[in-house]
């Protein structure tokens, strides 16, 4: 079972001119990026192969593009936050364009075109408060029809409201973690964590 996450930086930077020492003020939050790269891939030992992870960068100067990082393809995952920003600062170096770092991808590809994608050949939801409770929609995990599951979600600033119509005329149904917020990088581990309980139970 393939995992996905798909991450809507909407204010990240889509070049590398911004400085490690202050990632947060520089750079467009890219750190809530590196911080659910770590959150979707990373294990207490190694890195998880069934996992594949898109931040879809929307800031300054050339939006839209997307960062692929692929569990089956890392090498070497980074355990810190800005080790794996000095991995995106590479990429994201407009002289240098290298296609991979390490199973590091970037792709000229906007949030629509990555869903559109994953739509075709995933169980496909969004993050959303007034979803449907996503220990119900687990529950029926034995009946998928895909092999995939692909899970949507908004970076500090969340899903706009035009992404959410967008979204929703797509036919791709919300899912709710509980009344509360949380951050990106946890409402990830949240889910990996409930997918391993439901794998391990299904076993």
Do not use: W
């Not at 750079?27 to 959150?39: E, M, N, P």
């Not at 995990?141 to 992404?163: A, S, V, W």
């Not at 791709?172 to 509360?180: A, D, M, R, T």
């Amino acid at each position: 079972m393939k995992r996905i996450f798909i991450l809507k930086a909407s204010t990240a930077r889509t070049d590398n001119k911004f400085t490690i020492k202050d990632l947060p003020g520089t750079s467009g939050r890219l750190d809530v990026v590196c911080r659910c790269i770590l959150s979707s891939l990373l294990l207490s030992e190694g890195h998880r192969p069934d996992t594949i992870f898109y931040a879809v960068l929307e800031g300054p100067p050339r939006p839209s593009i997307t960062v692929e990082v692929n569990g089956e393809k890392i090498e070497n995952l980074p355990r810190d936050e800005l080790k794996v920003a000095l991995i995106l600062k590479e990429l994201l170096d407009p002289e240098k364009t290298p296609d991979t770092v390490s199973g590091f991808k970037l792709m000229n590809k906007g949030f629509q075109d990555i869903v559109e994608e994953k739509l075709c050949e995933s169980e496909t939801y969004f993050l959303h408060r007034a979803g449907k409770n996503i220990n119900e929609v687990l529950s029926g995990f034995p009946n998928l029809k895909r092999p995939q599951l692909t899970f949507i979600l908004g970076d500090h600033i969340g899903l706009n409201q035009n992404d959410i119509k967008y979204l929703v005329e797509m036919g791709i149904k919300p899912i709710s973690l509980g009344p509360k917020e949380y951050l990106g990088s946890h409402c990830i581990s949240l889910i990996q964590e409930k997918l391993n309980r439901v794998i391990k139970k299904k076993k």
